[in-house]
C-alpha cells in the first residue's frame, strides 16, 4: 500500500489526471457523490426527527392564557380567617386538574406589601414550597402545615418552620364589576418580600440570586404590568 | 496468546458418519448431489450463518472460580423480559386518561381480567426486584474489579441501564393514577426542578406544560411504554455483546496458575 502521505496531492482534479477532469475543478465526483448520498440521508433523517421533536416539547413553549374564575362574593370573605375553595387549574382532566386556594380579604394591619388592584383578597396556593405537597390551614394554630415533611407557613402564607424556600403562591385576585363576585386569576409566585414572580415550581428560591438561577417559564402567565 | 481450543460442535450441527452402503471413498460413478437443506436448523444456517454466532454467544470459556454471583446479570436481564412481557400485556387493557379512566383501567385489570391481578403483580413487584437485582450486579462488578480494563465500556452502559431502570420505576409509578402515584410523582418533578437553569424547563417538558395537565399522564406511558425501553433494549444488546466479546473477568482472588511459567493465562474451565 502506498505511503498517501508522502506527497500532497494537488487539490485540482486536472493536475491529478482524473479522467474527465476540467479546469479548476476540485470537488471529485467521487466526492460529490458521497456528499450528496450522506446529505440526503442527513435530511431524510431531519425531515421526521425535527417535526417529533418539536412537538414533544412544544408545550413548553405554548403560553398560558389568563383566566378568571368566581369563587364568591365579597361578604364570603373576612380578613382574620381563610375560606377554602376548589378551583381548576387544568379543565378537561377532572379532579386532577383541580386545587385547592386559600382566600381572605386584605387586613392593611398585617398586609404590608403595597396594595393594588389584584390584592384586595389574599388568595394563597395549596401547594407547599418545599416539594408541591398539599398544604392544610390549621385555624386554632392559625398556621399552614405540610403533611410530607413539616413545612409550616403563618397567617399571610410566609414561611415560619421546615424545608419550604419561600412564601405560598399566591392567585390574583379583583371584584368583577359586571357580576359583583371575587374572582381568582392566575397564580403568582412571590420571595420573601412577597414581590411577585412569574409562577416558579415549589423547591425553587426566588429571593436574589434565586430567580436568576430558575428563571421563568416560557409557558406561564407572566404579572401584570405595573 | 495461545489460542483457545475451538468449542465443541453442537450434537445437530456436527458432521454425520457415513451409513452403511454409502459411496466408501472409492469414488462415486456419478457426482452425488449437494447435501442441503435436510432439516429446518440446516436450512437456516444455510442462509444466515447464525451457528456460529450462537456458539460463540452460548458456547463461551469462563474463568475457574467463578460463583453464584456471576448469575446477578442474567437475573437482571430476565427481570427486564418479565418485565416487558408483563407490560405488553398490561398495556392491551391500561388507558393512559386522566380524568379518572387511567384509575378505572387498573382497577379493571385488577378485578376483572383473568389473571389481570397476578400479571399486574408482577409487573409491579418485577420492577422492585430488578431494581435490586441491577444494584447487586453493580455492586458484584464492582467489588470483584470487574469493570477495570478492557471492560470500562461495559460498566459505562450498565450504570446508563442503571439511570434508565430507575427512570422506568419513575415513569411507571404515576401510571395507576391513584392519590399515592399523582403525589409521589407531583414531589419527583419538583424534585427535578430544584436543578438550577436546566431544572425548570426538565420538569416544564415532563409535565407538558406548567401545571400538571391532561397529556402528562400519557407523556409519562409513552416514555415509560416506547422511549425508554427502546433505548435499554438496544443498551443492553450492546452491554452482551461486549461480555462476550471481553469474556467474564476471573474472581479477583484467583492467582494465574504456578505451573503455567511466565504465562499469565488463567485456566480455563468449560462449561
Known amino acids: ?226 | 496468546m495461545p489460542k483457545i481450543p475451538a468449542p465443541p460442535l453442537p450434537k445437530t450441527l456436527q458432521p454425520k458418519p457415513k451409513k452403511p452402503g454409502e459411496s466408501n471413498g472409492q469414488g462415486p460413478t456419478h457426482p452425488a448431489p449437494l447435501e442441503a437443506g435436510i432439516s429446518v436448523v440446516d436450512w437456516l444456517d444455510e442462509r444466515t450463518s447464525l451457528s456460529g454466532g450462537l456458539r460463540w454467544l452460548l458456547w463461551r470459556k469462563v474463568p475457574r472460580g467463578i460463583n453464584w454471583a456471576y448469575t446477578l446479570g442474567s437475573a437482571t436481564l430476565f427481570a427486564f423480559l418479565n418485565q416487558a412481557v408483563t407490560g405488553v400485556f398490561l398495556a392491551m387493557y391500561y388507558r393512559p386518561d386522566a380524568s379518572g379512566g387511567a384509575y378505572e383501567s387498573v382497577r379493571n385489570i385488577n378485578d376483572n381480567v383473568f389473571l389481570g391481578q397476578l400479571v399486574h403483580a408482577m409487573h409491579k413487584w418485577g420492577a422492585s426486584v430488578m431494581i435490586i437485582l441491577i444494584f447487586l450486579h453493580m455492586g458484584r462488578v464492582f467489588f470483584y474489579g470487574a469493570y477495570k480494563y478492557p471492560r470500562e465500556l461495559t460498566w459505562v452502559i450498565g450504570v446508563v441501564l442503571l439511570i434508565l431502570t430507575l427512570a422506568m420505576g419513575f415513569t411507571g409509578y404515576l401510571l395507576p393514577f391513584d392519590q399515592r402515584s399523582y403525589w409521589a410523582s407531583v414531589v419527583g418533578i419538583n424534585i427535578n426542578a430544584g436543578g438550577p437553569f436546566i431544572g425548570p424547563f426538565l420538569s416544564n417538558f415532563l409535565l407538558g406544560g406548567a401545571d400538571f395537565g391532561a397529556t402528562t399522564l400519557s407523556r409519562f406511558y409513552a416514555i415509560h411504554m416506547l422511549l425508554i425501553p427502546g433505548a435499554m433494549a438496544a443498551l443492553i444488546g450492546a452491554h452482551l455483546y461486549l461480555v462476550t466479546k471481553l469474556g467474564i473477568s476471573a474472581p479477583p482472588w484467583l492467582k494465574s496458575h504456578p505451573e503455567h511459567d511466565g504465562d499469565h493465562e488463567i485456566d480455563m474451565a468449560e462449561v
Open chain 1, 1 to 226: 500500500m502506498p505511503d498517501r502521505h508522502r506527497e500532497t496531492k494537488s487539490n485540482y482534479t486536472l493536475d491529478r489526471g482524473m479522467p474527465g477532469a476540467f479546469e479548476g475543478e476540485t470537488v471529485t465526483r467521487r466526492r460529490l457523490m458521497n456528499l450528496a448520498a450522506n446529505g440526503a440521508g442527513v435530511v431524510a433523517a431531519a425531515a421526521f426527527t425535527l417535526p417529533a421533536l418539536g412537538f414533544a416539547i412544544a408545550p413548553i413553549f405554548k403560553r398560558e392564557q389568563w383566566s378568571w374564575q368566581a369563587v364568591g362574593t365579597p361578604a364570603d370573605f373576612t380578613d382574620s380567617d381563610y375560606v377554602t375553595k376548589v378551583i381548576t387549574i387544568t379543565p378537561g382532566i377532572g379532579e386532577a386538574g383541580n386545587t385547592i386556594a386559600y382566600v381572605r380579604a386584605r387586613n392593611p394591619q398585617i398586609d404590608t406589601e403595597p396594595e393594588d388592584q389584584y390584592n384586595h383578597w389574599v388568595a394563597l396556593s395549596d401547594r407547599c414550597m418545599h416539594l408541591g405537597c398539599p398544604v392544610r390551614y390549621v385555624e386554632a394554630a392559625q398556621r399552614f402545615i405540610c403533611p410530607c415533611h413539616g413545612g409550616v407557613y403563618d397567617f399571610r402564607g410566609m414561611v415560619a418552620g421546615g424545608p419550604p424556600v419561600r412564601p405560598l403562591d399566591r392567585f390574583f385576585t379583583r371584584l368583577n364589576q359586571d357580576t359583583g363576585l371575587v374572582e381568582l386569576g392566575p397564580r403568582y409566585s412571590v420571595n420573601d418580600e412577597l414581590q411577585r414572580f412569574a409562577p416558579r415550581f415549589p423547591g425553587e428560591p426566588i429571593n436574589g440570586i434565586g430567580q436568576y438561577l430558575y428563571p421563568a417559564q416560557f409557558d406561564t402567565a407572566s404579572p401584570p404590568p405595573k
